[in-house]
């Protein structure tokens, strides 16, 4: 069964940072696009940052512009999204996207 496993959120406070994973199976993870999105309480999910399957093109969604970056690890065949600058209104569920499959998500903080 494909499954993607996302870790590495948690409680930050503003300014600080985290690096999101997204860990695959039955998956080669650096044959596709993947997204990361994210969801607010009481928002629709939204996408956050986009890495073509060459990944020589990437897309991001303009608040976290120069303070997120989407990479892919093949070795690992694991992705991730580096956070910095963290603001409270970056507080979310975050989930990665490849190739059709949702992750389960992981909770993002941000609060003194």
């Known amino acids: 069964q494909v499954q993607l496993v996302e870790s590495g959120g948690g409680l930050v406070p503003p300014g600080g940072s985290l690096r999101l994973s997204c860990a695959a199976s039955?998956?080669?993870?650096?044959?596709?696009?993947m997204s990361w999105y994210r969801q607010a309480p009481g928002k629709e999910r939204e996408l956050v940052a986009f890495i073509s399957t060459s990944g020589d093109f990437r897309k991001y969604e303009d608040s976290v512009k120069g303070r997120f970056t989407i990479s892919r690890d093949n070795v690992k065949n694991t992705g991730y999204l580096q956070m910095n600058s963290l603001k409270p209104e970056d507080t979310a569920v975050y989930y990665c996207?490849?190739?059709?499959?949702w992750g389960q998500g992981t909770q993002v903080t941000v609060s003194s």
């Open positions: 996207f490849v190739n059709g499959v």
């Open positions: 039955r998956l080669t993870i650096n044959s596709y696009a």
